[in-house]
């Protein structure tokens, strides 16, 4: 088993939906990240955060410590918003912070 | 531009060369970390330097691979004798380490590798 959950693996929506991605993690964090990966392998950082929720336009990131999960939000989607989401741990007293990531979500939005 | 860098940004190399990528990360970030993506999958670390230091190296990093950041600056990753097994897209990221907490990575472009 993973140590980073995704869910859904892909994601198809109509332009103007609700979107939701969700995280589940098994080890203990410093922090978690969620990151955007266009075509062609640019990845961005969207959010890193270790409580409660942050915002940002259309994205919402929130956070769960006691029960180990994340989601993250696209309210009213477009599609530039099709790219894969990816949910990445770090753990800042092992190994540097460096990132332990899942498997991401591939979303689709169609106009 | 003041982001991270990565040279080449395709390499395409027959089985058994060798093959060295570049990265220079934001000047002012002391943290450099090397991951592997292969298609459809989350990226993998590899390795990651604080200044010029090495400080820890993956399982997935064979002896074929070496990686460096003389002064601290930029850092190199080579390959020898390439397998068609490395063929993957390899992302840079930087980051500056605070006093307290986590800070934020930035990635580079990658480079994708192809090996025939």
């Known amino acids: 088993k993973n140590e980073v959950e995704q869910s859904p693996q892909n994601l198809t929506a109509q332009e103007g939906e609700f979107i939701t991605i969700n995280c589940s993690y098994s080890?203990?964090?410093?922090?978690l990240h969620w990151l955007q990966q266009h075509p062609g392998g640019g990845i961005v950082s969207l959010f890193m955060?270790?409580?409660g929720k942050k915002k940002h336009g259309r994205l919402i990131a929130t956070i769960n410590i006691q029960e180990k999960h994340s989601s993250l939000h696209i309210t009213a989607s477009h599609p530039r918003d099709s790219a894969v989401y990816i949910c990445?741990?770090?753990?800042?007293?092992?190994?540097?912070?460096?990132?332990?990531f899942g498997e991401g979500t591939q979303l689709t939005v169609n106009p | 531009d003041t982001g991270v860098s990565q040279d080449p940004r395709h390499k395409i190399t027959k089985r058994g060369q060798n093959v060295t990528f570049r990265c220079d990360p934001i000047?002012?970030?002391?943290?450099l970390y090397w991951y592997r993506q292969t298609l459809g999958q989350g990226p993998e670390f590899l390795t990651y330097?604080?200044?010029?230091?090495?400080?820890?190296k993956s399982r997935l990093l064979s002896d074929r691979f070496s990686a460096e950041r003389p002064k601290g600056s930029f850092s190199t990753l080579e390959i020898q004798r390439t397998e068609q097994g490395d063929s993957a897209m390899y992302l840079c990221?930087?980051?500056?380490?605070?006093?307290?907490?986590?800070?934020?990575?930035?990635f580079g472009p990658g480079t994708r590798l192809t090996v025939t």
């Open positions: 990221a930087s980051s500056h380490t605070r006093l307290a907490g986590e800070s934020e990575q930035y």
């Open positions: 080890v203990g964090i410093s922090a």
């Open positions: 955060l270790s409580s």
């Open positions: 990445a741990v770090s753990q800042a007293e092992t190994s540097g912070s460096r990132l332990t």
């Open positions: 000047s002012e970030h002391n943290r």
């Open positions: 330097f604080q200044n010029e230091a090495q400080l820890e």
